[in-house]
C-alpha cells in the first residue's frame, strides 16, 4: 500500500476518505457520517478501571453533529476516577478525531471516537492516564529528538466447558501455534483480529500460545495477537480497543475471555509483552553496524534501574506475581539478554542478519526485492492483563529517557548483560547476585516509593497519582502471598476467580 492508495486498509474510514487516521478532521467525520448513513456517535473513554466506557449520541440534525463533535460533552469525574471528589467531579470528554472507527458490532450504524479528558478550566485532566502517556512522550521527543515506538503481545485465555466427545484433544501446555482442530478458538482470534484492525488496529499477527489445558470441568485455550510498532499513544489505545473486542466477540459466542496473569498454578500465565524502539528521522536507532547500540543498552539500563518500581503501573493485582515465578518464560530477574526467555528484557532477532533468506527460500525469484529497515525492538516481558497500559508506556518512556541520560549507562547494561537460563542449575552463581522484582503488591509498593522521584521527575507523574497507586497495591496486604497459598488449591482458585476480569 503506498501513501496514496488506501484500497488495501481494513480501516473502514481510511479507505472512504483515502487518508491516514492521523490526518482526520472534523470535517472528514462529518462526511464520513452523512455518506455512510451513520445514525449514531458513541464517545469512548477509558476509566481508572481500565475499560472503556460509553457515552451514545443519536444524531439529530447537522447543528447536533457538529456541535458534539467541536465541544465535546460533560461527564461525572468521581464516578470514573477514584481521586476526583464528588464536590468538583465533572469534566469534560473531548473527541480525537484520528480515533474514530466504525462500531463492528452496533445493529444501528455507529461511529465509535475516543476522547480525552479536560477539566472545568479546559486544561487536560493531570491525573489522566491517557495525559500523563502524552506529557511523557511530548517530553521525551523534545528533550532526546527521538521518536519512541511501541507494539503490544495481548496474550488471553478463552475458557469454555470441557468437551466430552473432544475428538482433536490439545496437548497439555504444548498450544504453541497450534492450529484448529487442535486449536479450538482459532476462529475467534482470526474474528478479532479482522473486526480490531478494521478499527483502526495495526496488527501483525494472530496465533495460539503454550496454554492449553483441561480440568474437571472447562478448557482453557490460550491465544495471542501481536500488534506492529507505532506511536506509544496509538499503541496504548490499540490495545484497549482490542480488549473491548474480544470481550464483545467471546460473550456473544457465550464463552469467556480472561486477560488474568494466571489461571491457575503450574500453567502458562498471560503477560503483556511491549516491544520498544527508538527512531531519528525514521531511522531505527536500535541497531548500529548491525549490532545493538549504544543507544539501545543506554535505553535497556534505564529500563532496568525502574523496573521493580515499573511493577507499579503492569502487574497491579496479587495473582500478577502467581505468575513472575521460574521455569513458566516468566521474568524474576532484573537482567536482560538477547532471544533470552528467562530474563526481563529481551532482544529479539531483528533481521540484521546481512543475509536474503528470501533467496534461498525461493531460489526462482529473480527479481531485486526491497529489503527495509532494520526491525530490531527490545522486548519488556513482566507485565501483564492487569496493568494500566496508558500509565506503564509512560513509565517505559519516562525509564528509557532516564537510561539515556544516565553516566554509567553502559556499564550497568554490561554487568547486567546474562546469556544463559538463569533457572538452570549450572547458573546459580549467576542468578544469586542479580536482583529479583518485586514478589507481591505489597513489594511493588514498596520499589514506586522509593524510585518515585523518576517518574515525578519533569512533573509527568502527579505525586497524587503515585499516592494512590501505592495506597491501592498496600491495601492488599498480599505480602508473601505465594508461600501462604502454596498447595492450597481451593483458595488459589478463589483468588483467580476475584481477578478473572482484571482491567
Known sequence: MTKKDFSLSPNLLERFLKKPSSEFTKNDIIEFIISNSIEMVNFRYVADDGRLKTLNFIINSYDHLDQILTTGERVDGSSLFKFIEAGSSDLYVVPRYSSAFVN????????????????????????????????????????????????????????????QENLFPAADQKGYHASDPFAKFEFIRKEAMRLIAQCGGKIKYGHSEVGNFTDDKYYYEQQEIEFLPCDVEIAADELVIAKWILRKLCNEYGVRISFAPKITVGKAGSGLHVHMLLEKNGKNMMVENGKLSDTAKRMIAGLLE??????????????????????????????????????????????????????????????????????????????????????????????????LNMPNALEKAEDLYVGVNIFKDENKEIL????????????????????????????????????????????????????????????????????????
Not at 335 to 344: A, E, F
Not at 364 to 393: H, M, N, P, V
Not at 496 to 501: C, N, S, T
Open 104 to 163: 463492528p458490532f452496533e445493529s444501528i450504524p455507529s461511529l465509535d471516537i475516543l476522547c480525552s479528558y479536560y477539566n472545568n478550566e479546559g486544561k487536560p485532566l493531570e491525573s489522566s492516564p491517557q495525559y500523563i502517556l502524552r506529557k511523557a512522550k511530548e517530553h521525551f521527543e523534545k528533550n532526546t529528538g527521538l521518536k519512541f515506538k511501541a507494539l503490544g503481545e495481548l496474550e488471553y485465555y478463552i475458557i469454555s466447558e470441557k468437551d
Open 306 to 403: 525502574s523496573a521493580d518500581a515499573l511493577t507499579a503501573f503492569g502487574n497491579t493485582i496479587p495473582t500478577s506475581y502467581l505468575r513472575l515465578v521460574p521455569h513458566q518464560e516468566a521474568p524474576t530477574n532484573i537482567c536482560w539478554g538477547d532471544r533470552n526467555r528467562s530474563v526481563l528484557i529481551r532482544v529479539p532477532l531483528g533481521w540484521s542478519t546481512g543475509v536474503d533468506m528470501i533467496y534461498d527460500a525461493n531460489p526462482q525469484e529473480k527479481s531485486k526485492l526491497e529489503i527495509s529497515e532494520s526491525k530490531q525492538t527490545i522486548e519488556i516481558r513482566s507485565a501483564d492483563g492487569s496493568a494500566d497500559i496508558y500509565l506503564f508506556l509512560a513509565g517505559l518512556i519516562v525509564a528509557t529517557e532516564l537510561g
Open 432 to 503: 544469586n547476585r542479580l536482583k529479583s522484582l518485586p514478589y507481591s503488591c505489597y513489594e511493588s509498593a514498596i520499589a514506586l516509593e522509593n524510585k518515585r522521584h523518576i517518574f515525578e521527575n519533569n512533573d509527568i507523574f502527579p505525586a497524587g497519582l503515585i499516592d494512590s497507586i501505592i495506597a491501592k497495591l498496600k491495601a492488599y496486604n498480599d505480602e508473601k502471598l505465594s508461600e501462604k497459598l502454596y498447595g492450597k488449591h481451593d483458595e488459589i482458585y478463589k483468588l483467580v476467580m476475584q481477578y478473572l476480569h482484571c482491567m
